[in-house]
């Protein structure tokens, strides 16, 4: 025990207030009670953590929902999920490439990252275009993608076309689908 600077006399050490289980009646854990989840933990760490909840809540369900684990595959069904997809996926059953293409092979670039980010970008806008009810229809391809469909062509048929190709980087050269706007989707409506 520490002394007293004025006496020598031992001064006793004050002792914490005793504190007992939840749920019982004793002074501290009132206390607890009394100040509430909002003072101990803080509103920013609450509010983040309930915005963090629900947010993660609507995306799984949206996820489960809309079928999202399909759309990670090769599966060209999983296209057509959407009502207004139906129409191109039967064109696509329809069309020469159906035997040597799926979807992915010409709507999304061929290397991997590519791939993905492609990917999460049109099924994050599609989403939120078919949520809000925001698109055309029928639907149409936006310019990035039909960037990604030119390359696809010249990929696969980059031989066949190779005198068409600009001479120089980056210069013009003529959409394939230009010419032939039903190889991939036959008697498009």
Known sequence: MPEDPKSSQ??????????????????????VWRKGLLAQIG??????????????????????????????????????????????????????????AVCNDCHLPHDFLGKWITKADNGFFHSLAFTTGQFH????????????????????HGDLVDHMKPAVRGGDMLSCVHCHSDVGHRHRP
Not at 139 to 156: D, G, M, Y
Request: with cysteine; hydrophobic share 30%.
């Open 43 to 100: 509103f920013l760490p609450l509010a983040l953590t309930l915005l963090l909840g629900m947010f993660g809540g609507v995306g799984l369900f949206t996820f489960g929902y809309g079928e999202g684990a399909s759309y990670l595959t090769d599966n060209p069904a999983s296209c057509a999920n959407c009502h207004v997809m139906q129409d191109h996926y039967d064109s696509w059953i329809n069309s020469s490439h159906r035997h040597v």
């Open 10 to 31: 031992p001064v006793p050490l004050e002792q914490p207030p005793e504190t007992s289980p939840v749920g019982s009646s004793s002074a501290g854990s009132s206390e």
């Open 137 to 156: 229809e029928p639907i149409q391809i936006k310019p990035r993608n039909r960037r990604v469909t030119q390359n696809a062509c010249l990929s696969c």
